[in-house]
């Protein structure tokens, strides 16, 4: 009894088989926990939305405000939108964002570089 | 006088009780003790036990975090699968043309130049809508927005709760405008 409490009483643990084997459980059990991960089209569809207003641009010549509204009816407060390197608004600003840029014409073969930014989470 | 005789001494010794209090003879030995190890059973210890209690509480805890999984992992392939054909369909619906259904496709086709004219709709194509279904999902209706009209075209009448709307900017005859595509699941 003596050696025993001798023994207890040296600095450190002692760790019982049952007890490592459990805790080998435990660590394996947490690693082999499926990891969430949220799958959307999301991305994608704010790809093919940029894509629009710059074909409808593209298509039919319009005024930077007229850009702006459409912008803004498409994104709300989370699209951005810079015309020649001028930033016409300023978005509400997510975690994420999307850029989409082109080079529009317009009637007098000038160039427009467009660039959309949209945010989300 | 060494450490066992102290032990001995002791009025709670199991030493002392063992070696029987001192005489030569022991009264009780150690295999009379422990005879009960060779009987039939089993000996479980302390530690032992709380070993088992933990690992069936983790096993619990993790039958319940797989099983909750599972369940937020059907929900979400199922509004995946909704999304996925929402979105096609209205891809399919400014960048096609198609003159059997034009939920697929209602573009202006510009026969001179042999090409659709992609995001540039025709109001008169929108009146052959006829109704598509993959599998559960299907496409309940079509909103047309502009300045000046707004317009819903019902495809399907069935009751769902479980609906997605996808819009897409286009040319509508010309005016720049919403088309919202609604694609529902009855599952």
């Given at each position: 009894m003596y050696l025993e409490i001798t023994f207890f009483s040296k600095k450190g643990f002692v760790f019982s088989l049952e007890a490592t084997i459990s805790l080998i459980l435990f660590v394996l059990l947490l690693i082999a926990l499926p990891t969430h991960q949220n799958s959307s089209l999301k991305e994608l569809l704010i790809l093919q939305q940029e894509n629009d207003l710059l074909r409808v641009w593209s298509a039919k010549e319009s005024s930077p405000q007229e850009m702006l509204m459409d912008t803004k009816l498409l994104f709300g407060e989370t699209g951005e939108l810079w015309i020649n390197e001028t930033q016409l608004n300023k978005a509400k600003s997510e975690k994420n964002s999307i850029a989409s840029e082109g080079i529009i014409l317009d009637n007098s073969l000038v160039e427009n570089k467009i660039r959309l930014i949209v945010y989300y989470n | 006088m060494n450490i066992i005789n102290k032990l001995k001494q002791h009025p709670n010794s199991w030493t002392k009780f063992l070696a029987g209090n001192g005489s030569r003879k022991p009264k009780l030995f150690a295999w009379t003790y422990f005879?009960?190890?060779?009987?039939?059973g089993i000996i479980f210890s302390l530690d032992a036990g709380i070993s088992f209690s933990i690992t069936l509480v983790t096993v619990l805890l993790f039958a319940t975090f797989l099983a909750q999984t599972a369940s937020s992992t059907q929900n979400e392939i199922k509004n995946f699968e909704l999304e996925e054909k929402a979105i096609l369909i209205a891809d399919s619906l400014v960048k096609n043309y198609d003159e059997n259904n034009s939920l697929l496709g209602t573009c202006i086709l510009d026969i001179e130049k042999k090409r659709i004219r992609t995001n540039e709709i025709s109001f008169?194509?929108?009146?052959?809508l006829k109704p598509i279904s993959f599998g559960e999902i299907y496409v309940e209706s079509i909103t047309v927005k502009t300045n000046s009209f707004q317009k819903t075209f019902q495809i399907e009448e069935k009751v769902s709760n479980d609906c997605i709307s996808v819009r897409r900017f286009a040319l509508i005859e010309g005016e720049k405008g919403i088309i919202e595509v609604k694609t529902c699941t009855l599952k």
């Open positions: - | 005879k009960h190890i060779n009987s039939k008169s194509n929108l009146i052959n």
